[in-house]
């Protein structure tokens, strides 16, 4: 006999917390000599595979009634909708949400598991949800490497809630670039709770520099979105 299992494509991508996305899975019999029944699987299964990882087991249905494994009992709903066909329904969709997911079907537990070719779940690009600038602590300490101890000010640039990871950061002063005294992330850090990341930019300078009431200081955060360079600024002065 050759199986064949279909799963049609996704119907949203999305990230947003109301939204939903949802995967069908349909069983067919392509052997002109096998009878219908022979696709009607009593155990159904959703599976699904992280990028460079195994494969995990998300929930089986028996009887039309879902048993879910420990880490998915929220987020994940499976239905069995008809004989031949079910769904899985992802809620909240993350970027940690991003994997192939796979339906399979076997007639008893001990019998042999046939997949289907899979769905790829691809998450689109998140714009930074925040950028704002720290500004300096007034307890920041003299530089006691300094004859004079001149003070200096540092100025933090955070931003976060992006995705992927594409982003560089620069500084400005009076609308010139600013280079020294600059300190960047060497990587932005990811969020193992939401899959989003962030990441952090210094600017150390003098302490009548930053008291200068004529001086303006901006960040800006270049961002790629996988189609355009985007550009989010935050200004103090």
């Known amino acids: 006999y050759l199986w064949d299992f279909r799963s ?10 109301k939204d939903k996305t949802c995967s ?14 022979d696709t009607d699987y009593e155990y159904l299964y959703w599976y699904r595979q992280l990028r460079g990882g195994q494969i995990q087991l998300i929930v089986y249905l028996l009887a039309g009634n879902p048993n879910y494994e420990p880490d998915f009992k929220s987020g994940f709903e499976a ?3 008809q004989t031949k066909q079910w769904s899985l329904t992802v809620s909240s969709v993350q ?15 001990q019998q042999q598991t046939y997949f289907g070719s899979g769905t790829k779940l691809t998450v689109l690009a998140t714009e930074p949800k925040t ?22 000010k540092t100025l933090v640039c955070l931003a976060s809630g992006f995705y992927p990871d594409h982003v560089s950061v620069f500084w400005q002063l009076n609308g010139q670039n600013v280079t020294d005294g600059v300190a960047t992330d060497a990587a932005a850090k990811k969020n193992e709770s939401s899959g989003t990341y962030s990441i952090t930019s210094r600017l ?14 901006s960040c800006h955060i270049t961002f790629f979105n996988g189609t355009n360079y985007n ?5 103090c002065s």
């Open 95 to 109: 970027q940690k949400d991003e994997a192939v997911y796979l339906c399979a079907a076997s007639h008893t537990a």
């Open 231 to 235: 550009i989010y600024t935050k200004e």
């Open 204 to 217: 150390r300078l003098w302490a009548k520099t930053w008291f200068n009431p004529g001086n303006e200081f």
């Open 131 to 152: 950028v704002k600038i720290l500004l300096p602590s007034p307890h920041e300490c003299r530089d006691q490497k300094k004859e004079k101890g001149e003070r200096r």
């Open 24 to 37: 069908w899975c349909a069983a067919t019999n392509t052997s002109p000599w096998s009878s219908s029944n």
């Open 8 to 17: 049609i494509s996704l119907l949203q991508l999305c990230w947003e917390e």
């Open 79 to 81: 239905e069995r909708s």
